[in-house]
């Protein structure tokens, strides 16, 4: 009795299984390959860009999830069967980015932060008149601010550090190029 939003579910759900075998295959063909060069450097590449995918749609398929429940469109035993399908595959994510040393993935929320702040923001709000809602979206772009103001805190940071590097790279080059035997 899974009505259209739950089929689309599972549809989403098997297409990141999908994806979440095609990876593990890629990291077979890793463990395969011999050698660190390019060929080698671009495959890793695309198997951490089809994890970060994939850790993406999971997230998506969370959202979806939360908001079954509340439409009664299907069972309380199917939306646990659903959950632990998920989070089997999220610990498999998990794992596979882990393998390529990914640490930083399974952090994502220490980075961005959790997703949790816009559905707090909407129930919070929910309750209160007018003038709350004012005041609290006054302290949620507050909130939005300080983290932009930390965010470009770090970009200047790594703008200079890249500045550094450049100067240091034209210095080897010049160097190289200087002691470079005519031939």
């Not at 989070?87 to 990914?102: D, G, H, I, V, Y």
């Not at 770090?154 to 200087?178: C, F, G, P, Y």
């Amino acid at each position: 009795m899974a009505s259209t939003s739950g089929d689309s579910w599972m549809k989403e759900y098997n297409e990141a299984t999908k994806l979440a075998d095609d990876i593990n295959g890629m990291i077979s063909e890793k463990t395969a390959m011999s050698g660190s060069g390019p060929d080698s450097q671009r495959h890793f590449s695309s198997v951490r860009r089809k994890i970060t995918i994939l850790g993406t749609r999971l997230d998506s398929l969370e959202s979806l999830l939360s908001k079954l429940p509340s439409k009664k469109t299907i069972t309380e035993k199917e939306f646990n069967r659903r959950k632990d399908m998920l989070s089997n595959l999220r610990t498999k994510t998990n794992q596979m980015a882990t393998t390529l040393n990914m640490s930083n993935f399974a952090n994502r929320d220490s980075l961005l932060g959790p997703e949790t702040k816009s559905v707090d923001a909407v129930t919070r709000a929910s309750e209160m008149d007018n003038q709350g809602i004012v005041s609290l979206q006054r302290q949620i772009m507050k909130e939005q601010d300080e983290g932009l103001e930390q965010l470009e805190e770090t970009v200047i940071s790594t703008k200079h550090i890249a500045l550094a590097v450049n100067e240091e790279l034209e210095l080897h080059t010049r160097l190289i190029v200087q002691f470079l035997p005519l031939s």
